[in-house]
């Protein structure tokens, strides 16, 4: 699956998915095909039917509800054909790696709480080089010296149970981010003071979602990790023009890469470059492709480990 599927999902489609009551009410680790899943209007109405899916390729699916622990959890395949069909040994091959998904599943979710544990408890006994903040039922139940004086200059602030901006087009940001954390993930999001001329990097943790009255919503609890950056910390023109040369990118390839490792969101990119965003995202994923990752973490990951030719 194209690793920008997601994203997209989760930032446009998510909340307008009325698969999502009728997955919530299976029996979890239940096999169900696609009979079970849409309805007639759906099919007929539904972007992600009309939109999302075809873009992405996806066609007739077959999955099951793997809920751990109140998050809703989703395990699927789709058919190589539009016309395609399962086999009766498909589906019994599918529903043997079904309790390995939610397996799969739970050790995610455990290992995101302990990473939550370790990041606040290293906040507390190291030398503070990054702010931390966590959230829990909207309230803020830890947060360091650090995150106390970011709080206090106003750029950012906790409202309404989240951490919002107060620049406009910054807050825009943080509300895509807020949207894409709803699948697990950790990603990253760069927020600019114009006043200051400070740039922050902004990672936001939290657990799986939960669905409730028909809405996915963020779990009870969510940490912001928070880490003000100079200009040189941003990107280094020589560590990613090793990148460039060990992996063979092209000019574009390595632009769209700069891009990402500058946290600046490709809808800019695109925009400033005058190509279509269409153009960067399969610039993004030929490189990605090239460099062996599959994720912005292990795009960011791989690029501190060529720091260290510098």
């Given at each position: 699956?194209?690793?920008?599927?997601?994203?997209?999902?989760?930032?446009?489609?998510?909340?307008?998915?009325?698969?999502?009551?009728?997955?919530?009410?299976?029996?979890?680790?239940?096999?169900?095909?696609?009979d079970q899943l849409n309805t007639p209007e759906?099919?007929?109405?539904?972007?992600?039917?009309?939109?999302?899916?075809?873009?992405?390729?996806?066609?007739?699916?077959?999955?099951?509800?793997?809920?751990?622990?109140?998050?809703?959890?989703?395990?699927?395949?789709?058919?190589?054909?539009?016309?395609?069909?399962?086999?009766?040994?498909?589906?019994?091959?599918?529903?043997?790696?079904?309790?390995?998904?939610?397996?799969?599943?739970?050790?995610?979710?455990?290992?995101?709480?302990?990473?939550?544990?370790?990041?606040?408890?290293?906040?507390?006994?190291?030398?503070?080089?990054?702010?931390?903040?966590m959230l829990a039922n909207g309230e803020i139940?830890?947060?360091?010296?650090?995150?106390?004086?970011?709080?206090?200059?106003?750029?950012?602030?906790?409202?309404?149970?989240?951490?919002?901006?107060?620049?406009?087009?910054?807050?825009?940001?943080?509300?895509?981010?807020?949207?894409?954390?709803?699948?697990?993930?950790?990603?990253?999001?760069?927020?600019?003071?114009?006043?200051?001329?400070?740039?922050?990097?902004?990672?936001?943790?939290?657990?799986?979602?939960?669905?409730?009255?028909?809405?996915?919503?963020?779990?009870?609890?969510?940490?912001?990790?928070?880490?003000?950056?100079?200009?040189?910390?941003?990107?280094?023109?020589?560590?990613?023009?090793?990148?460039?040369?060990?992996?063979?990118?092209?000019?574009?390839?390595?632009?769209?890469?700069?891009?990402?490792?500058?946290?600046?969101?490709?809808?800019?990119?695109?925009?400033?470059?005058?190509?279509?965003?269409?153009?960067?995202?399969?610039?993004?994923?030929?490189?990605?492709?090239?460099?062996?990752?599959?994720?912005?973490?292990?795009?960011?990951?791989?690029?501190?480990?060529?720091?260290?030719?510098?």
């Open positions: 699956m194209d690793p920008e599927f997601l994203d997209e999902y989760h930032e446009h489609y998510v909340n307008h998915d009325y698969r999502l009551k009728l997955i919530s009410r299976a029996r979890v680790g239940e096999v169900l095909m696609d759906g099919l007929r109405s539904s972007p992600i039917h009309n939109d999302l899916f075809p873009r992405y390729g996806v066609n007739r699916i077959m999955g099951s509800n793997i809920s751990v622990d109140g998050g809703l959890g989703w395990f699927g395949v789709t058919s190589l054909r539009k016309d395609g069909d399962f086999s009766k040994e498909a589906v019994e091959d599918f529903s043997r790696l079904v309790v390995h998904a939610r397996k799969a599943l739970h050790l995610r979710q455990l290992r995101s709480e302990m990473a939550e544990r370790e990041l606040v408890h290293r906040s507390a006994n190291d030398s503070q080089t990054y702010a931390i903040i139940e830890y947060a360091n010296q650090l995150a106390r004086d970011m709080l206090d200059l106003g750029f950012i602030r906790i409202q309404n149970g989240r951490l919002v901006c107060r620049d406009p087009a910054e807050q825009k940001k943080v509300e895509a981010v807020h949207r894409r954390v709803r699948n697990g993930e950790a990603p990253l999001v760069r927020l600019l003071d114009k006043k200051s001329n400070a740039t922050y990097a902004v990672q936001v943790f939290n657990p799986l979602p939960r669905f409730i009255d028909g809405r996915l919503e963020p779990a009870r609890w969510v940490t912001y990790k928070i880490v003000q950056l100079n200009p040189q910390d941003v990107l280094s023109s020589r560590t990613l023009e090793r990148i460039t040369q060990f992996y063979g990118l092209s000019v574009g390839e390595s632009a769209t890469i700069a891009a990402v490792i500058a946290m600046e969101p490709l809808a800019e990119f695109s925009r400033s470059k005058g190509v279509q965003q269409d153009t960067v995202r399969k610039q993004l994923k030929a490189a990605m492709t090239k460099m062996g990752v599959n994720s912005q973490k292990q795009l960011f990951q791989l690029y501190e480990r060529f720091k260290v030719f510098e």
